[in-house]
């Protein structure tokens, strides 16, 4: 049987009651590497997909789709002020992505340099070891130049990979930390 740490378990208490209280700060957590594109047809939209915004937690999207159903659909965005936890801050933040009419396009894209190995694992085909061998490829490698190199990794078919390819971009590869002038060796 397996035992948990009270400090494991203090841990996970806090980060749940943390999200409870402010989704927007994990968001900030999660968000690494992760660029959304597309939109989010409110009229539409289930409570998973209203998940997939910046700041907006499970009882938010079950409070937005709950205030559509009461009034029949919303005919301004601004009317997502009226569902209690929404803010104007959050719809100012969360208003790019968001439309009326139309098919929802909304996806999250994972950056192959920028996301951890958690974010990277929650993508198709990859399981958290793969993700793993992704991130050390590209930390060997200095990143990845265009999509595509990550067939080089060797971890993926090329069926697998196609699967993949539309929920990957390639954004700058970032620049390798340097030490404080300061710092002590």
Same mark, same amino acid.
């Given at each position: 049987?397996?035992?948990?740490?009270?400090?494991?378990?203090?841990?996970?208490?806090?980060?749940?009651?943390?999200?409870?209280?402010?989704?927007?700060?994990?968001?900030?957590?999660?968000?690494? /590497?992760? !660029?959304?594109?597309?939109?989010?047809?409110?009229?539409?939209?289930?409570?998973?997909?209203?998940?997939?915004?910046?700041?907006?937690?499970? @009882?938010?999207?079950?409070?937005?789709?709950?205030?559509?159903?009461? %009034?029949?659909?919303?005919? *301004?965005?601004?009317?997502?002020?009226?569902?209690?936890? %929404?803010? *104007? *801050?959050?719809?100012?933040? !969360?208003?790019?992505?968001?439309?009326?009419?139309?098919?929802?396009?909304?996806?999250?894209?994972?950056?192959?340099?920028?996301?951890? @190995?958690?974010?990277?694992?929650?993508?198709?085909?990859?399981?958290?070891?793969?993700?793993?061998?992704?991130?050390?490829?590209?930390?060997?490698? /200095? /990143?990845?130049?265009? @999509?595509?190199?990550?067939?080089?990794?060797?971890?993926?078919?090329?069926?697998?990979?196609?699967?993949?390819?539309?929920? @990957?971009? %390639?954004?700058?590869?970032?620049?390798?930390?340097?030490? *404080?002038?300061?710092?002590?060796?």
């Amino acid at each position: 049987m397996k035992r948990f740490s009270i400090p494991r378990i203090v841990s996970a208490a806090g980060l749940f009651i943390l999200w409870i209280i402010s989704p927007e700060i994990l968001w900030s957590q999660e968000a690494r /590497g992760q !660029i959304l594109q597309g939109q989010l047809n409110i009229n539409q939209a289930s409570e998973m997909d209203f998940l997939r915004l910046p700041g907006v937690g499970e @009882v938010t999207a079950r409070r937005i789709v709950s205030y559509r159903q009461r %009034v029949g659909g919303f005919k *301004s965005i601004f009317e997502l002020r009226q569902v209690k936890g %929404v803010s *104007s *801050s959050l719809i100012q933040r !969360i208003s790019p992505y968001l439309t009326l009419a139309g098919d929802s396009t909304l996806k999250r894209l994972v950056d192959l340099n920028q996301a951890p @190995v958690t974010t990277l694992s929650t993508l198709p085909n990859i399981s958290p070891k793969k993700a793993r061998t992704i991130a050390s490829w590209r930390k060997v490698n /200095g /990143g990845f130049h265009r @999509v595509e190199d990550l067939l080089l990794v060797g971890v993926l078919s090329p069926s697998e990979f196609e699967e993949l390819r539309d929920w @990957v971009l %390639v954004g700058p590869i970032p620049l390798p930390r340097t030490p *404080s002038p300061t710092a002590k060796p």
